[in-house]
Structures are given as structure tokens and as C-alpha cells.
């Protein structure tokens, strides 16, 4: 199983990113794609959630009306596009896949992942 995320970079306050996590080896149907962010000297939080073939996604209060997950099947790639951010957003993203978590049920909590990416770093300046 391969997972990866692009997309990071330098963004001012206000601007758009889109990150993209292609992965390969999974079962799309059994799987959900999850987008995970950690900042300095923060615990790690989950950020959005798909899982297209339930038509369910998570979206942390947080992000809720600036974040949009989707899913190109064909491609195994999944995308956060990310809106209107601000500094609270400076992370660095990782991608990463649960087994049969249904993301409508996902609480947010962070650790029962089986497949990680090697994260991309997003950094919004103020």
C-alpha cells in the first residue's frame, strides 16, 4: 500500500490550496481517506473524511465551510481543497486510510489508522 500527499506550499492568509493524496493498494470500497493535520506543538487532528462508495464525509468544526474533500475514484486520488485559510491552518496534512471506518460515525480522534502518508506541509502567513 502506497499512500502520498502533495499540494503543500507558502500561502498568505485568504488564499487556496488544493492537496492531493494518491494511493494504491487499497480496496477503495473498504476504505475511508482520511485528512489529518498536526501543528507545531499540537496534537494531531482530524480534518475531513471520505468515503465515497457510503457517500459519507467528516469535516472538523474547525474547517466546516472552507474545506471540500473529494474523491476521483478513477485516479485513487483524493482532494482537500482549502479555502479562505488562515494561520490556524499551518500544519503539516497527512493522508492516511482506515478499514471500515464510516465517516459520518468518525469523531475526529486520531490513532486507529492502518496506512499513513509522509504528510505535506502547508504554511499560512499571517
Known amino acids: 500500500v502506497h499512500v502520498v500527499e502533495s499540494g503543500g506550499g507558502l500561502v498568505q492568509a485568504g488564499g487556496s490550496l488544493r492537496l492531493s493524496c494518491a494511493h494504491s493498494?487499497?480496496?477503495?470500497?473498504?476504505?475511508?481517506i482520511k485528512w489529518i493535520r498536526q501543528a507545531p506543538g499540537k496534537d494531531r487532528e482530524g480534518v475531513s473524511c471520505?468515503?465515497?462508495?457510503?457517500?459519507?464525509?467528516y469535516y472538523a468544526d474547525s474547517v466546516k465551510g472552507r474545506f471540500t474533500i473529494t474523491e476521483e475514484t478513477a485516479k485513487n486520488t483524493v482532494y482537500l481543497q482549502m479555502n479562505n485559510l488562515n494561520a490556524e491552518d499551518t500544519a503539516v496534512y497527512y493522508c492516511?486510510?482506515?478499514?471500515?471506518?464510516?465517516?459520518?460515525?468518525?469523531?475526529?480522534?486520531?490513532?486507529?489508522?492502518?496506512?499513513w502518508g509522509q504528510g505535506t506541509q502547508v504554511i499560512v502567513s499571517s
Open positions: 492516511a486510510a482506515e478499514r471500515f471506518q464510516f465517516c459520518d460515525d468518525w469523531d475526529g480522534v486520531v490513532g486507529r489508522e492502518d496506512y
Open positions: 471520505i468515503r465515497q462508495t457510503e457517500g459519507s464525509t
Open positions: 493498494g487499497l480496496t477503495s470500497d473498504d476504505y475511508a
